[in-house]
């Protein structure tokens, strides 16, 4: 099904790039991004695009805002418009032909994992104007264009380490996935060396996918609740499962301090739970860390150092939130503006 989605979208995305074409003649090829200021509606600025998959998405709304301000802060001649495509592709795309349109000079995000987006991204490379992933690992990375992205592998590893030093012997767990895609499948990976094969006293006793959402996991913690009775942990590729693991155990009558759950992502909601007890920790992709490596990739870009053509990965390394720094965490996304 995904297999097909793609290849849909890679007609139409295909059909977009002849559009391009055709009404803007793509002009000739910008190898670094100081070249034709005048193309930014006679602002002066030096505008960029960030492209969000949905700003509903607590970390990407806090990892695209903070970009923005500390790129704007660190470069007053830079402008960066935030655009917000609700987690619909189409919107997505025509976010694509704003910028392609708009007089940008660099476009941030974009690429995602629902569609195959390389004929779209290649327009935009020939224009010289460079496409800069992030989060998702995408046909592309470190070829066609540059991306920012922090290991799903590491990231389930994270947790599952953690998990291995904590649970007790013969501990009973159960595990929520995510969609099936190369991150879950990496974080599912994660787990097993982290914590299956460190732990052979350990037993797995289901797992299921719950794509990423809290309902979805509360239905199935509550159907593993009633098939297994006691469960000692809980393991999920992200903190929204995490979540609604632990508000199944509460209906259910369980003692959430008795059950070790554990997340991935450390959004708000999750640095509460781990606040209140009810959460062991959350692995972390520390926005700053992405906004950082953003800054220096659209520096060298601006500034001539690097061309549209000078494309890599930039790795960051996996953290995590647990009791020991959950305040420092709370604070910054309180300075973001992602909680009160």
């Known amino acids: 099904m995904k297999k097909m989605r793609k290849m849909v979208w890679r007609i139409i995305l295909l059909t977009a790039?002849?559009?391009?074409?055709?009404?803007?003649?793509?002009?000739?090829?910008?190898?670094?991004?100081?070249?034709?200021?005048?193309?930014?509606g006679g602002t002066g600025k030096y505008k960029i695009a960030f492209l969000v998959l949905?700003?509903?998405?607590?970390?990407?709304?806090?990892?695209?805002?903070?970009?923005?301000?500390?790129?704007?802060?660190?470069?007053?001649?830079?402008?960066?418009?935030?655009?917000?495509?609700?987690?619909k592709q189409d919107l997505l795309l025509n976010h694509f032909e704003t910028a392609f349109n708009g007089g940008y000079k660099i476009v941030l995000g974009g690429p995602s994992p629902e569609f195959d987006e390389t004929a779209l991204v290649a327009s935009?490379?020939?224009?010289?104007?460079?496409?800069?992933?992030?989060?998702?690992?995408?046909?592309?990375?470190?070829?066609?264009?540059?991306?920012?992205?922090?290991?799903?592998?590491?990231?389930?590893?994270?947790?599952?380490?953690?998990?291995?030093?904590?649970l007790p012997q013969g501990a009973k767990i159960v595990y929520l996935d995510g969609p099936v895609y190369s991150g879950s499948i990496l974080r599912r990976k994660g787990l097993q060396d982290g914590l299956l094969n460190k732990r052979p006293d350990i037993q797995l006793l289901d797992e299921q996918i719950a794509n990423f959402a809290k309902s979805e996991a509360m239905e199935k913690m509550d159907d593993w609740i009633q098939r297994f009775g006691k469960i000692d942990g809980v393991l999920a590729a992200n903190d929204s499962m995490a979540l609604g693991a632990i508000e199944s155990l509460r209906a259910n009558g369980f003692n959430i301090a008795d059950v070790y759950v554990y997340g991935i992502d450390s959004v708000p909601e999750a640095c509460l739970a781990i606040q209140a007890g009810e959460l062991r920790l959350s692995a972390f992709q520390d926005p700053m860390a992405y906004v950082k490596a953003f800054h220096e990739i659209v520096e060298n870009f601006k500034n001539g150092k690097t061309t549209v053509d000078d494309t890599r990965i930039i790795y960051i390394d996996a953290s995590y939130t647990d009791s020991s720094n959950v305040e420092d965490r709370i604070a910054f996304y309180r300075e973001a503006g992602a909680m009160k």
């Open 17 to 40: 790039v002849a559009l391009l074409t055709v009404f803007t003649g793509c002009g000739k090829k910008e190898t670094a991004g100081t070249a034709d200021v005048s193309r930014n």
């Open 54 to 87: 949905g700003l509903d998405d607590v970390w990407h709304n806090v990892t695209s805002s903070a970009t923005k301000k500390y790129i704007e802060s660190m470069d007053p001649d830079i402008q960066i418009d935030i655009f917000d495509a609700k987690s």
């Open 124 to 166: 935009f490379k020939e224009k010289g104007v460079p496409v800069i992933g992030y989060s998702f690992e995408e046909e592309g990375s470190g070829t066609l264009f540059s991306a920012i992205l922090c290991s799903d592998y590491n990231l389930g590893l994270a947790s599952a380490e953690r998990a291995a030093q904590e």
